[in-house]
């Protein structure tokens, strides 16, 4: 028994040191995230806010992050992650920037497409963010950054006017309408098979559609 007791001491011993000795602070973190958008995009970058992750003996299961944006850019931020390690640096990232651009790209698109056909109708574009990468060089159009990926996936989340009286097959084709707009439109390729679209409507009251923003349908509506 001592013997256990003796080795639990130990073993608690460890942790507390691997605790205050080990781990970053918020403010070592923030440097190693603009440390790396500052090497990968030779631009200046601020942090909204830090998230730090946790693991034990190495790289674990729950990553620090960081919300981000340019210097240049406040008002589009983006997510970067990286694998918490208690001793040294990850090299493990999972940075966001290049899907930001894409989606603002698709949503540019989509409202040349639209005109104002659709003023009923607000959208936010989200794209998937873990498989789309790119090279430093940012110079890009919405095909060439589309045809270089093996695979993407775009979530439209569509905020719908219904007005205050709700028509069920009025609002049935107008949504027909917009989504057979985009698919007889350029937004992407005919010969992009690798592209996935997943359409996410919502449909609100006047005053519901004016006042909300559509981009927290990403995180469901409530």
């Known amino acids: 028994m001592n013997k256990l007791r003796k080795a639990i001491c130990i073993f608690v011993s460890l942790i507390i040191i691997l605790t205050l000795f080990g781990c970053e602070t918020d403010k070592d973190t923030a440097k190693d995230f603009k440390e790396y958008t500052k090497a990968k995009y030779a631009m200046n970058f601020k942090i909204k806010s830090i998230s730090q992750g946790s693991s034990f003996f190495g790289e674990g299961s729950y990553p620090d992050e960081c919300v981000i944006y340019s210097e240049n850019n406040p008002s589009k931020k983006f997510t970067i992650t990286k694998n918490h390690c208690y001793f040294g640096k990850s090299t493990t990232y999972n940075d966001g920037y290049f899907a930001s651009l894409v989606s603002n790209l698709v949503s540019e698109r989509i409202k040349g497409i639209m005109g104002d056909n659709f003023k009923d109708f607000k ?99 409530k």
């Open 123 to 221: 959208y936010y574009v989200d794209i998937s963010s873990d498989i789309i990468k790119k090279d430093n060089d940012m110079s890009f159009d919405l095909n060439s950054a589309i045809s270089n990926q093996k695979e993407m996936t775009i979530n439209l989340y569509v905020l719908v006017n219904s007005g205050e009286n709700f028509d069920k097959n009025q609002m049935n084709s107008r949504v027909y309408q917009f989504m057979n707009e985009l698919e007889n439109s350029n937004l992407i390729n005919k010969g992009n098979h690798h592209i996935n679209i997943y359409f996410h409507f919502y449909s609100v009251t006047n005053e519901v559609f004016n006042k909300t923003n559509p981009k927290i349908l990403k995180h469901g509506a």
